[in-house]
Nanobody, 127 residues
Framework: QLQLVESGGGLVQPGGSLRLSCRPS????????VAWFRQVPGKEREAISY????????NYADSVKGRFMIFRDYAEMRVDLQMNNLKPEDTGVYYC????????????????????WGQGTQVTVSS
C-alpha cells in the first residue's frame, strides 16, 4: 500500500519548536514534489510549505514564513518541517502530501495536485 507516514506532532508552549517528519511507505519519492498542509477546525485545509523533487525550490504560506523551514533528506527518504516560534494559531492537524510531479510551480498550494497523503499528526500550541 502506497502511503505517507507523519511523525513528530505534540503539545508545545507558545514560542516553542517542533519538527515534523514525513516518510513514504511502499514507494520511492525522489522524483516527487512534497508539501505540508494544515487543517484547523472549521477551516479548509491549507498548504503551508512545499519542496520540489530536487530540493531546489521551497515555498511557504505567509502565515509561517520566517518561522517554518522545510528540509529534504534523500538518504533517509524523509521530508521534515522545522517549526519555530510556534503560536496558538498554528494548532491543527498537519498532513504530508506528495505529488507524482517533480515541480508544481505556482500550483504548489492546490490539494488536488497531490497524489499521496498521510493520516495527519496533531500539533497543539498552548500554555
Amino acid at each position: 500500500q502506497l502511503q505517507l507516514v507523519e511523525s513528530g506532532g505534540g503539545l508545545v508552549q507558545p514560542g516553542g519548536s517542533l519538527r515534523l517528519s514525513c516518510r513514504p511507505s511502499g514507494f520511492y519519492w525522489d522524483y516527487h514534489a512534497v508539501a505540508w498542509f494544515r487543517q484547523v477546525p472549521g477551516k479548509e485545509r491549507e498548504a503551508i510549505s512545499y519542496i520540489n523533487s530536487n530540493g531546489g525550490t521551497t515555498n511557504y504560506a505567509d502565515s509561517v514564513k520566517g518561522r517554518f523551514m522545510i528540509f529534504r533528506d534523500y538518504a533517509e527518504m524523509r521530508v521534515d518541517l522545522q517549526m519555530n516560534n510556534l503560536k496558538p494559531e498554528d494548532t491543527g492537524v498537519y498532513y504530508c502530501a506528495a505529488s507524482r510531479s517533480r515541480h508544481l510551480g505556482d500550483n504548489w498550494h492546490r490539494q488536488y495536485d497531490y497524489d499521496y497523503w498521510g493520516q495527519g499528526t496533531q500539533v497543539t500550541v498552548s500554555s
